[in-house]
Structure formats: structure tokens, C-alpha cells
């Protein structure tokens, strides 16, 4: 297996430090608010090389951070008068409704910068005790980036130029030994967060944190750092010069970064406030119908969001899945017989598509080609299939076919489930029955929507709804 390694700027082969077990790091969201479908492409297409990996037999050790001590979180817990911690912990709770929407694996561990302070006091300590850090007069603790020699190396940036850049940025009063230098730890303001530390009370810088938690859950080495490709640098390059001046040792063996989600061919995100978020979404389409989208193109490639590309995504997924529910009606139909040898030999060419899709997960996770392969699959079993076979065959087509959606994260089962968008206008079409005195509709769709599992509640404010 090949995977595209932005430090080499090469395709790689994938030989992992341990046979057999995989340690992978992905950088997960800063939680203030709920994610965009932006924040949601790394999610799924890291999510849908973990699931190739254990299908391929490794056990993969998958830690992903929230950033839940941040500028943002501060400000909306400022605004709201609460706790920075009320904040993250809704946003934490809501990130992972959206993630299991998605049908996201959870994490093996998703650790929390806020519970990791003591972890990067020691780091820092290190780098300060080999040189490579500097407390300043004000108690700000800052990274000697010079230092490092090999700074520079994943975002192939050359430290002149960055210098260059920097040099009108240098204010009067800075407290840095250099314009390249970087806050590991930054005195507390009022009003915010704090901890103490033997610098002073504060709070960690966002490098740190990463770092410190890949060490803690996987280890000084690891196989697979990922994360979208904006924060190659400085994040990655930061995280690199920190875990290698600490540790002594090479950070991760492979980076891999996906490309952005764009809408109108400019990145989605909140400070554009350009951005749909997940839920956003799911108000009008099955979040698998997001995860295919995002699946249909190859992770690096940048991915124009629209809403024909959603159709089709839609019709794609339905494609498959009708495929699925044709088989097991077949299933229902056909004699309860093993397969005969004709059988055998059709059951057999479709290992060809099983090929296919494992030499385009291969390939540097090549998803779109292992989707197409996907439907070459569906057609064969279109054209191949009837309740005139016996019902082992349509199993193990029913099988095969689940297996290679399972690696993608395609639920192929459709679940009956409604839309929220769906809930609410039978709701509104209730309170019109009520409104036109119509009270037997009224009770109707009342009773419809606890059979569905939705529970309504007249308030003063209107109509209150949640799933049971
Ligand atoms: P943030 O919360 O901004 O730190 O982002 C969390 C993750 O989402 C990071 O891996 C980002 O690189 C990624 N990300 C943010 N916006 C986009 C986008 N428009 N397209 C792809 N990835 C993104
Ligand atoms: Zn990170």
C-alpha cells in the first residue's frame, strides 16, 4: 500500500514502525460552535483509511484531539457569561452527535488539551532544559525555531523567507528573541482560563497540545500524523520542532493532508462565513449522502461543494443501496439452496471489483476509483442476479457488496429514518389540521410521529419535537 507523504512530496510504501498495528494521529476541531462540512472532510476521509486499515488486518491505534482552551472559546463564553468549559462541552457533545450522523468510528482515545496541561508543562520544561525554548520577561514561554535545524522540512519552507516575511510584522516591544520564534505557553488575561505553571499563570499555546497528546496515547514515534492541509504549516511544521527537540527521535513516518473543502472554489470556512455546517446539512439530506459526496473524490484533490454534486451523490448512494435491498428481496424469494457451480464461477469474477477497489485504496486511498469500483460491483450484480439463484449466491453477492460499502462507511442498509426536515412539516401540517378544527388529522400525525419515534410537546412557544 502506497500513500502520499507530504514530507517526501513521494508516494510511499506503508511499512509501519510495528508489524501489524498502526498509530495515527489526527488533529481534530477547535469547539466553539458546530463544525462545517469543511471540518467534517478530514473526519471522514481519515475515518475511511482507518476502516481500510482494519480491513486489511492491522489494529490501529486512532487518537484525535478536540482543542477545547482556545481565543474563540474564551470569546463565546465571554459573550454568553458562562464557563469556557460549558462551551467546549456542548460543542465536544454536539461534534460527536455529528460524527456518529456521518458514521465516524469514535476515536480509540479523544483526549482534551484542557486535561493534558500537565503533560506540556514537562515538554516544555525539556525544551528549555536542551535550549530549544526561552521563558521571556513576561512569563510567555517561546519555541527558539532557529534552533531547530531541520525547521522547515514537512512545509518545504525555507527559514529566510519566512524571515522575510516576518519582518514587518516584528513589533516594538515583543518580547521574542526572533520574529520566527513561537508561543509553547502565554500568560493568563483576565477573564480567561488559567493554570499555573513555573513560568507564570497562563495557558498553552495550540502546537503544544498536539505534541504532547500523540506522546502521551501513542507514543515519541508514530506512524501517521493527518490532518487538512492548512495546517501543514505552521501547526505540523510546529508540532515536528517541538516532538523531535523533545523526544530525540523522528515525530510521525508518514503526514497525510487532505485537501479543502471549497465552495465557490474558496475554502469553506467560519471566519468567510462561507460555510454550511453538518447540521445544516441533515435538515436535508441522509448524512451518508455528505460522506459519499465527500468520498467521491480523491482526499487530496480540493473538493467544490454544490448542490448538484449532492444530487448525484444522492442518486449514487441510492444506486447502491437499491442494489441491497434488491438482493434481499431476491433472498426472500429464492430456494433456500447452496450455489451451484455456474454459481460459483459468477460469485468468483467478482472478486475482479474487490481487486480493483483494494488496488485503488492502494493507491494513496484513491476513494473515487475505489467507489467506481464499487458500482462495476452493483452492475455486475444488476445484471447477474434474480430470485431464480439459489439464496447462498445472492448472499455472498449481498455480502461482498456490504463488505467494501462497510470499508467505505456506506451503511448499505437504509435505515427508514425521517428527515428533520420531514418531522417539521408534519408538524406544520398539524398545526393547520388544528387550526382548521380538523383534530382527528391532528391526533393522525401525532400518533405517526411516535410511531417513528418523535415526541411532541405544545408549548407556549410553539410546538417542541425530539427523538425518543
Ligand atoms: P479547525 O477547527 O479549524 O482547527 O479545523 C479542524 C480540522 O478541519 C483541521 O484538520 C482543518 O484542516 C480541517 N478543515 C477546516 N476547514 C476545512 C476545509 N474547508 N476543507 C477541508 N478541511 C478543513
Ligand atoms: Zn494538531
Known sequence: MKIFNTMTRQKEEFVPLEDGKVSMYVCGPTVYNLIHIGNARPMIVFDTFRRYLEYKGYDVNYVSNFTDVDDKIIKKANEEGVDASVISERYIAECKKDMADMNVKPATTHPLATKEIQGMIDMISTLIEKGYAYAAADGTVYYRTRKFAEYGKLSHKNLDDLQAGHRDIKVTGDLKEDALDFVLWKPKKEGEPYWESPWCDGRPGWHIECSVMSKKYLGDEIDIHAGGEDLIFPHHENEIAQSEAANGVPFAKYWMHNGFLNINNQKMSKSLGNFFTVRDIAEKYDLQVLRFFMLSAHYRSPLNFSADLMEAAKNGLERIRTAGSTLKRQMEAAAAEEMSDAERTSYEETAAYVEKFEAAMDDDANTADAVSAVF?????????????????????????????????????????????????????????????????????????????????????????????
Open 376 to 468: 462495476e460491483l452493483v452492475k455486475y450484480i444488476n445484471t447477474n442476479a434474480s430470485s431464480d439463484n439459489s439464496r447462498e449466491y445472492l448472499q455472498k453477492l449481498y455480502d461482498r457488496l456490504d463488505t467494501l460499502c462497510g470499508v467505505l462507511g456506506i451503511i448499505l442498509e437504509q435505515k427508514e429514518e425521517l428527515l428533520d426536515a420531514d418531522v417539521e412539516a408534519l408538524i406544520q401540517e398539524r398545526t393547520d389540521a388544528k387550526k382548521a378544527k380538523n383534530f382527528a388529522r391532528a391526533d393522525e400525525i401525532r400518533d405517526q410521529l411516535k410511531d417513528m419515534g418523535i415526541l411532541l410537546e405544545d408549548t407556549r412557544e410553539g410546538v417542541k419535537w425530539k427523538r425518543a
